[in-house]
């Protein structure tokens, strides 16, 4: 990974451990955004087939990305603006199973709405709570994040797959914000039927943009009613004629923002994302091992079997300010500190940040 790290330099910063916020934005990305406006600013309406051709490029690149077809992907400014869409197409008549203390933009639209509302609790038996609760209360529908954004709590994969085999009537709807982009993904043979998310973190595309993907086979439990023109593509004859997935477009995309995304997922393919995740999956061990020696991590973490990078310790505003003044970038959540590492973090990085934690006073 190093010699991409040219590409994510930070002036004033020793360590940036926060990608859990924000991604950096990085050499290659910030040219084609300059080449980009450049266009637009000398060609303006000339070049409206060009940002047509970016939008349909992107949502083939998203679908060659997380393995599935381009007709299931839906471009979104953010994954809650995507998931509130899709919840208007929804009847009341649904038992909720959330997550307590999940990311507010997975709990709360649900919670805004009249549904009957059921939560598993984080932990380290995460998915036996999943398990027990879907049974218990007839559950319908589960939406959670596929990682936890406060402690870095990560699903298991393979028990989603599992219970949409023992319940395939149940619909799973996964924020994967703070998910894609570390890991190979196939979304067509997972267990989630709809997997939403934002690309401004580990996918480091910059705001304004995000995806929805959504399976035929549960578009039927849906009745959507957001439109636009853009939803018919422009075309006055298709009013009453829209695609499913393009409910979720209804007015004009960013070319400029979407173009950013398509541009970082083939910058993303072209490192590989095997390797992205080998280089995670290893940041992840190092990390965790050196938290629990340092006695910095809850039980529920130190207990589960595989973790994401992202980590929460015990320390207050004092350590905070400290590892500011350090220049190492990182977030307050929660009643801890979040530290998390992307694949232009090293294990330098960590050393650097447990030297200042072991000489904490």
């Avoid at 994954?79 to 709990?107: A, C, K, R, T």
């Avoid at 954004?149 to 009537?169: A, H, S």
């Avoid at 173009?259 to 072209?270: D, I, V």
């Avoid at 004092?318 to 500190?337: D, H, M, P, V, Y």
Wanted: proline share 2%.
């Amino acid at each position: 990974m190093e010699k991409f790290e040219t590409q994510f330099k930070q002036p004033g910063i020793a360590v940036y451990a926060d990608t859990a916020s924000s991604g950096l934005a990085y050499n290659e990305l910030l040219d084609w955004r300059h080449s980009y406006d450049e266009a637009f600013f000398v060609g303006g309406s000339e070049k409206k087939a060009e940002r047509y051709n970016i939008i349909s490029e992107t949502k083939r690149t998203v679908a060659n990305f997380f393995t599935t077809h381009w007709h299931n992907v839906a471009l979104t400014t953010s994954f809650s603006m995507g998931l509130n869409l899709l919840l208007e197409g929804l009847s009341v008549d649904q038992n909720i199973l959330l997550l307590s203390e999940d990311y507010p933009s997975v709990n709360w639209p649900f919670r805004s709405r009249d549904f009957s509302i059921y939560y598993a609790k984080i932990n380290e038996n995460l998915e036996h709570n999943i398990a027990a609760a879907i049974d218990k209360y007839k559950i319908t529908i589960l939406a959670l994040s596929a990682v936890q954004w406060v402690n870095g709590i990560r699903v298991d994969m393979g028990f989603l797959k599992t219970l949409k085999k023992q319940y395939p009537e149940l619909l799973i709807i996964a924020d994967g914000t703070q998910f894609c982009g570390t890991t190979n993904f196939n979304f067509d043979t997972s267990g989630i039927d709809v997997l939403g998310a934002s690309a401004y973190k580990w996918l480091l595309s910059g705001y304004g943009c995000g995806f929805f993907l959504i399976k035929q086979a549960v578009q039927k439990r849906f009745s959507m009613k957001t439109t636009g023109f853009n939803a018919a593509n422009g075309e006055l004859e298709k009013e009453h004629d829209i695609p499913f997935i393009k409910h979720l477009e209804p007015g004009h995309l960013d070319a400029f923002n979407f173009g950013s995304l398509n541009f970082s997922l083939q910058f993303l393919q072209k490192i590989g994302l095997s390797k992205i995740e080998k280089h995670l999956q290893r940041l992840s061990t190092y990390a965790r091992q050196e938290f629990i020696e340092l006695n910095l991590l809850e039980e529920s973490v130190i207990l589960r079997t595989q973790h994401s990078t992202i980590f929460n310790i015990r320390g207050n505003e004092t350590l905070f300010s400290r590892l500011k003044e350090a220049k190492i970038s990182c977030s307050q959540r929660g009643t801890g500190i979040r530290f998390s590492f992307h694949f232009y973090n090293s294990q330098n990085d960590i050393d650097r940040i447990i030297h200042i934690l072991k000489n904490n006073s």
